[in-house]
């Protein structure tokens, strides 16, 4: 197939992006831009999936998108992996852009430009999931974080909006400076920058391991950044509870899915050779994020605070599955990385319907207090079930699809013997039932003040129940999900 | 290897000790007179007045802004230009959408009142 075509997907959510700018420019952002642009978000997420399906069997091991055919400098790989991020990224703008429509147009007059960024962050998502270069993965990290900044500073007459994008600017220049040292490190240890070549080069010079080492760690800031992974968390909560609440949504699974895609490749494709120090170091910062998440997210009084508290924590387990990575195929549980993916996707489904459920809350107070959950079953039964569903998905009890996800996960490190890690992971689990529980327990048992009903717009109705039945449905119907997983797990390691 | 970069240590220890020898000798051994003059901000000749943390007008930073994108914008042109001969039909369609996007910012620019002087 013809290079354009392979990048179709990306292609046609730049040209949506376009679209959408133009037209609300052309409408001078009226009533026509809050109400029509997000569908056609939506109508080209659709679209760029359908892409997506049809360049699937064109994605294998071997095909890199080189950019350069005189040098052979590849820039994005096309593998199964790189599909899968696609369709988690696809997936994430749609329902971002559906839940967003009347949170932005009660709070800003800038209705239309809003669609435009969460399509530019999807189209980055896409591309950092699939570099394979060190300059790529940089270019496309910064794309999403300015993206990420300009989202989360979107009500620009909210002191908090604009607080949280000053201290995730902060934060995200700082990691991404040390993450670039991390880069030059590897670079001049190897003399390339393609992630291929510099495992060829390794393998071939012995390299000293304090220099690793130190790459893997430097590196590790920029990525565990976008992650929120334990030392370099601390923008995600105050991030979290300024950003308008739809960008909150966007930033507990967009990002956090694309830097667990480049973490992977970086670490399986560029440095396999050492993963025996690499799973120590991501062994501890997985039992800190997990138990740090979970003890702090304890003592929340704000839902969206609490859920960063608990993006933190959800981080924390799925990088149990890449400590449990190993080159040789695992056993039933697959090789740690499938496990991750299957977590991911489960993660996407029922982190976006939580905060479809905050954000129709917040549309009808004004707030996001935990106290603000008292007597919702009186008030919206459909939301509450939701909820509870939800909730159940995040803890990771059957039937829902966060069982399935944790489950592939705890054992892919029981099948590599790391009991500890898996152990600390279930006990964490259990002290998340409280704070989740919490929620559910006002929900159902505290009697509120107020008995009006909630109104659901229909956008946000569709978003809760589409997530819902995904939720559900990974667990109750997981084999063609496992099998995506599974055969996502491939990932392009040929050099060119 | 690490032994190769054993000059650079070396240059970056000389380059300290002449830095800090060259700013702990003359506090010690120097004469200190000060009067308001002396000891007043320096730029360029130029008298300074008032604090420094006030309200600067911002109209002029959109426009400066807007003229760094598009210049850097520009640049990739040149490289086009160069080649234009090799690259054919193909490069002149690729410069033509990248011009394109170009032309649709300026105009969304434009119409977000981003030029006018409030």
Known sequence: MNDLLLLSPEIIIAVTAFLVLTLDIIWKGDRRSAVILPWVTVAGAVAALLAVVYIWPAASDTYGIATDTGNFVPMLALDRLAIFFKILAVLTVALVGLSAVDFIAQRSPFRGEFYVFTLLAGLSLMLLSAATNLVMIYLSLEFLSISSYVMTAYLRRDDRSVEAAIKYLLYGAVASGVMLYGFSLLYGATGSVDLATIARRIGESQVSLTFVVSAVVMILSGFGFKIALVPFHQWSPDAYEGAPTPVTAFLSVGPKAAGFAVLIRVLVVALPEYSVNWTAILSLVSILTMTVGNLVALWQTNIKRMLAYSSIAQAGYMLIGLAAWSAEPGGWAGNGISGILLFLFAYMFTNLGIFAVAIALENQLGTANIDDYAGLIRRSPYLSIALIIFFLSLIGIPPTGGFMGKLFVFGAAIDRGLYILAGIGILNSVISVYYYFGVVRRAFFVEAEDDTPIRVSPALNLVVTVTMIMTLLIALYGQPFINLANSSAQILAAAF | ?118
């Open chain 2, 1 to 118: 290897m690490p032994s190769d970069y054993v000059p650079i240590l070396i240059y970056l220890l000389v380059a300290t000790f002449i830095a800090a020898f060259a700013l702990v000798l003359p506090h010690y051994l120097g004469p200190r007179r000060p009067n308001p003059a002396k000891s007043d901000t320096i730029e360029s000749g130029k008298l300074s007045y008032g604090d420094a943390r006030r309200r600067v007008p911002v109209q002029y930073y959109i426009v400066a802004m807007v003229f760094i994108l598009f210049d850097i914008e520009v640049l990739f042109f040149y490289p086009w230009a160069v080649l234009f001969w090799d690259l054919k039909w193909y490069g002149l369609v690729q410069i033509a959408i990248f011009a394109f996007l170009l032309v649709e910012s300026y105009i969304y620019i434009w119409k977000k009142g981003a030029f006018k002087w409030k």
